[in-house]
T-cell receptor
């Protein structure tokens, strides 16, 4: 079971780039890495997913080193509306029974 | 937003009573999931379904059962609710395993 470890909280100023790192030392060959964002009183929302190297979409980038034991979510130029909890999820493509979200990283963005 | 609804949105019940939560989707996705979210624990998978009448256990399945008789509906039942089952319950759907999940708005359940 691939467990994940993330910082409990981070603070940033508006306009800065934020990098949130997730550690997943026991990641298996079939596992994908997925990040979700959650606002208070809402369900999580998909941000980005990757398997190796770098993935970029319109809202974020995901960096995965060659050993895949960690990954970094990069949010460019954050705004106040990016204040949320961010979850790293390692997904086994063979079964859904091992899906486990960690406690997430609470990002606070201020002016 | 993905067409996924949960009912009820809020429920207060007494210890020992049965409770059923409903998740309904209009996306025709194969996978459906039930999670619970508690302070300090993040989201934990209770049960999931990979098709009609095909279900499996997640990390915290004790005390819960599920049923999926139609593609669009996934029911979570607490046979005899306990105070430890007070939580926020989220349903999610995905086209396939490892695909992005779409979450419902959640159900806040309080067991007194």
């Amino acid at each position: 079971l691939a467990k994940t470890t993330q910082p409990i909280s981070m603070d940033s100023y508006e306009g800065q780039e934020v990098n949130i790192t997730c550690s997943h030392n026991n990641i298996a060959t079939n596992d994908y890495i997925t990040w979700y964002q959650q606002f208070p009183s809402q369900g999580p929302r998909f941000i980005i997913q990757g398997y190796k190297t770098k993935v970029t979409n319109e809202v974020a980038s995901l960096f995965i080193p060659a050993d895949r034991k960690s990954s970094t979510l990069s949010l460019p130029r954050v705004s106040l509306s990016d204040t949320a909890v961010y979850y790293c999820l390692v997904e086994d493509t063979g079964t859904a029974s091992k899906l486990t979200f960690g406690t997430g990283t609470r990002l606070q963005v201020t002016l | 937003d993905a067409g996924i609804t949960q009912s009820p949105r809020h429920k207060v019940t007494e210890t020992g009573t049965p409770v059923t939560l409903r998740c309904h989707q209009t996306e025709n996705h194969r996978y459906m999931y039930w999670y619970r979210q508690d302070p300090g624990h993040g989201l934990r998978l209770i049960h999931y379904s990979y098709g009609v009448k095909d279900t499996d256990k997640g990390e915290v399945s004790d005390g819960y059962s599920v049923s999926r008789s139609k593609t669009e509906d996934f029911l979570l039942t607490l046979e005899s609710a306990t105070s430890s089952q007070t939580s926020v319950y989220f349903c999610a759907i995905s086209e396939d395993i490892s695909y992005e999940q779409y979450f419902g708005p959640g159900t806040r359940l309080t067991v007194t």
